[in-house]
């Protein structure tokens, strides 16, 4: 695993654990991360970061047609 190291204006009140799940969220939304990895750099479980996921904003559902169509297929 890659480590990075941010610094982060004073006048942004987000902790590292906040940072971390908005990081997460962008990258799984953009098809980066899967569920369970995106879950992991967060520290928390799938089922915790799914519940989180729409406090941010983010979606754990994919906007991709062709995602849509071989979850269709796969259920």
Same mark, same amino acid.
């Given at each position: 695993?890659?480590?990075?190291? !941010?610094?982060?204006?004073?006048?942004?009140? @987000?902790? /590292?654990?906040?940072? #971390?799940?908005?990081?997460?969220?962008?990258?799984?939304?953009?098809?980066?991360?899967?569920?369970?990895?995106?879950?992991? !750099?967060?520290?928390?479980?799938?089922?915790? @970061?799914? /519940?989180?996921?729409? #406090?941010?904003?983010?979606?754990?559902?994919?906007?991709?047609?062709?995602?849509?169509?071989?979850?269709?297929?796969?259920?």
């Amino acid at each position: 695993m890659k480590t990075i190291s !941010l610094t982060l204006p004073d006048t942004l009140d @987000f902790n /590292e654990t906040e940072v #971390k799940i908005i990081l997460a969220g962008e990258l799984y939304e953009r098809g980066k991360l899967t569920l369970g990895q995106a879950a992991d !750099l967060c520290g928390l479980t799938k089922r915790t @970061f799914i /519940e989180i996921m729409g #406090k941010y904003g983010f979606s754990i559902f994919s906007q991709s047609s062709d995602d849509l169509a071989s979850d269709i297929e796969n259920a």
